[in-house]
């Protein structure tokens, strides 16, 4: 089954500096990629997605890379605002199937 | 238009005792999803509906877990006989018609805390 993994530690950053964030999965390389952004007490949002054969998406101050040759994504937020300070989630197709695997998800914490 | 909806928002109960979650999908959206995620672990898939087709159950941890769809919208999921390790957040997902790709719009979760 697909293992995925994502830093439990949380990510502490300065307001305007970019922040990164990682993804790492074992196994079969998935069809596509899916962040989320979750807060305290709330559902995921979507973000983004990035398929197989993308090595790059861009979404206003987000930006996803995919390597499937190192089996990793980054997520990156350029300029960095207290406002992004929540919990990001990375979510891969299951080989087939229409229900993702989630991440535990990286806590970001933007400091002004 | 209203996003997907959840209800209680908290619930806490006794040991032993069942407990019923709803989930209210978005307008129009064939395919739903049920979650579990417990602190600092990832969303952990339980069972997901799409249309009229038989639901994947491969999630569900017990027989104690089930769960239904009426009419093709409004979701239950019912935990019988309940114990601490189900303490979680219980997550309630839609998508338009369940494509692999597609997004997932959640609600806000149910805390259940079991005694």
């Known amino acids: 089954s697909q293992k995925i993994e994502q830093n439990s530690e949380a990510l502490n950053i300065q307001e305007g500096k970019t922040a990164t964030l990682t993804c790492n999965y074992t196994?079969?390389?998935?069809?596509?990629l899916q962040w989320y952004r979750q807060d305290p007490g709330r559902g995921p949002v979507f973000l983004l997605l990035?398929?197989?054969?993308?090595k790059e998406k861009r979404k206003e101050r987000l930006k996803v890379t995919f390597d499937t040759t190192l089996k990793q994504s980054l997520f990156h937020i350029t300029a960095s605002q207290p406002a992004d300070s929540a919990t990001y989630l990375c979510?891969?197709?299951?080989?087939?199937?229409?229900?993702?695997?989630f991440g535990r998800g990286t806590s970001l914490i933007v400091h002004p | 238009g209203a996003g997907v909806s959840q209800s209680p928002s908290n619930k806490v109960t006794e040991k032993g005792k069942d407990v019923e979650l709803r989930c209210d999908p978005i307008?129009?959206?064939?395919?739903l999803y049920w979650y579990r995620q417990s602190l600092g672990q990832g969303l952990e898939f339980l069972i997901y509906f799409q249309g009229n087709s038989a639901p994947d159950k491969s999630g569900l941890p017990s027989d104690r877990f089930s769960a239904e769809r009426t009419g093709g919208s409004v979701s239950t999921l019912t935990i019988q006989r309940t114990q601490q390790e189900d303490s979680a957040v219980y997550l309630c997902?839609?998508?338009?018609?369940?494509?692999?790709?597609?997004?997932?719009?959640f609600g806000p979760g149910t805390r259940l805390l079991v005694l």
């Open positions: 979510a891969l197709d299951r080989g087939g199937s229409y229900i993702p695997t």
């Open positions: 997902a839609s998508s338009l018609s369940g494509g692999a790709q597609e997004t997932q719009y």
């Open positions: 196994n079969y390389s998935p069809a596509y």
């Open positions: 307008s129009g959206h064939t395919a």
């Open positions: 990035i398929r197989e054969n993308e």
